[in-house]
C-alpha cells in the first residue's frame, strides 16, 4: 500500500497496511556511524512499509544514506533506533545466526557485480544454491542462467563476459534460491543503456513471476517504468514517498520533477 501518494512526508508518518502483507516494515528508524564526538546521524526516524511484490525505487543525492538504508534491511548492519521487521521477522535483537538466516531469505545485487574471476558463470551461482528442493546445485545453476539469456555462456569465466552478461550471472546468483526480498544497490550503474534495461526488465519480469519484493537503489532515471513507488531521501530523511500507479495517471512521466533525481 502507498501511503503518501506524490506529496513530501515526513519520517514517522506512514499508513499501516495489513502487516502479514508486508515484506519489510520500518518504524522511527535511526543510524549512525561513528563513535563519541565523531558519531553523525546517516537516518533520521525513517517509518515505511514496503508490501510483498512491490518494485521500489530508492533515489536521492550521493551521501543521502541510500546504501545505509539497503545494508539495514539486509541484515548487514545492525539498527541503533527504532524496529525493523523482513518477512514479519523483528531484525533488532537477533542473534548473529538468526541474522544469517534472515540474509539467507535475500538477493542481493550491487554495482560491482563481485563476481570470483576464477570460477565460471556456473560455479559462481553455485556457490549460492541453497541445498533445497531438487536438482542438484548445477542443475539449479545452469537452469537460472538459461533464464537469463545466458545459457551459452555457463562456462565462462566473467573476464570472457561482457559487463552485461556478468551482471546477469550476479542476478542469477540472487535469484536462484527464489528470494521473498532483492536488495539491488545500483545494479545498472556499469551498464550501457540497453544492458541496463534488459537487467531491469529481467529482474521485474522474474520478480513477478516469483512474487517477490524489491528494493533498487538507482540514480538512473532512465529505468525508474519499472518501479510501482519512488522513496527520494535527502541528508538521511525521507523526503518523499511517490506511488507509480498514482503519479502516472494524474500526469505525464515526462514531466517527473526533475530535482527528485539531482545528483
Ligand atoms: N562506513 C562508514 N563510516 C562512516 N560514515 C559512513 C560510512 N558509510 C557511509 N557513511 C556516511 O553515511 C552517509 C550515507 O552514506 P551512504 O553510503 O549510505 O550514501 P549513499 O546515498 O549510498 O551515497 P552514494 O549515492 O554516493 O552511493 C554519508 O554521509 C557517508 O559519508
Ligand atoms: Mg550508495
Known amino acids: 500500500m502507498e501511503a503518501n ?5 515526513s519520517g514517522g508518518s506512514v499508513a499501516i497496511a495489513n502487516t502479514s502483507d508486508l515484506a519489510v516494515q520500518i518504524r522511527h528508524l535511526n543510524y549512525y556511524f561513528g563513535q563519541g564526538e565523531l558519531r553523525k546521524q546517516a537516518l533520521f526516524d525513517i517509518s515505511l512499509d514496503f508490501p510483498c511484490g512491490q518494485i521500489a525505487i530508492i533515489t536521492g543525492p550521493s551521501g543521502s544514506g541510500k546504501t545505509t538504508f539497503l545494508s539495514l534491511i539486509g541484515a548487514l ?16 535483537g537477533m542473534s548473529n545466526s538468526q541474522l544469517v538466516e534472515v540474509r539467507r531469505g535475500i538477493g542481493f545485487i550491487f554495482q560491482a557485480h563481485n563476481l570470483f574471476e576464477s570460477l565460471t558463470a556456473s560455479q559462481n551461482v553455485e556457490m549460492a544454491v541453497e541445498l533445497m528442493g ?3 546445485k548445477r542443475e539449479r545453476a545452469v537452469t537460472v542462467l538459461k533464464r537469463l539469456g545466458l545459457e551459452n555462456r555457463v562456462d565462462y569465466k566473467p573476464n570472457s ?16 534460491n527464489q528470494p521473498q526480498l532483492i536488495l539491488a544497490d545500483e545494479p545498472t ?14 529482474m521485474q519480469q522474474l520478480a513477478r513471476e516469483q512474487q517477490c519484493t524489491i528494493l533498487m537503489v538507482t540514480h538512473d532515471n532512465r529505468i525508474l517504468d519499472v518501479a510501482d513507488r519512488i522513496i527520494n531521501l535527502v541528508d538521511g530523511r525521507l523526503e518523499s514517498d511517490t506511488s507509480m500507479n498514482e503519479f502516472v495517471t494524474a500526469h505525464d512521466p515526462k514531466n517527473l520533477d526533475p530535482r527528485m533525481f539531482m545528483l
Open 134 to 136: 531438487n536438482g542438484s
Open 189 to 202: 550503474a556499469a551498464l550501457d543503456k540497453q544492458s541496463g534495461r534488459d537487467v531491469v526488465n529481467l
Open 161 to 176: 563476459l561482457s559487463g552485461g552478461q556478468k551482471q546477469r550471472v550476479a542476478i542469477a546468483r540472487a535469484l536462484v
Open 5 to 9: 501518494g506524490s506529496q513530501p512526508v
Open 77 to 92: 548492519r545492525t539498527l541503533h533506533e527504532g524496529s525493523l521487521k523482513v518477512m514479519g521477522r523483528e531484525l533488532v
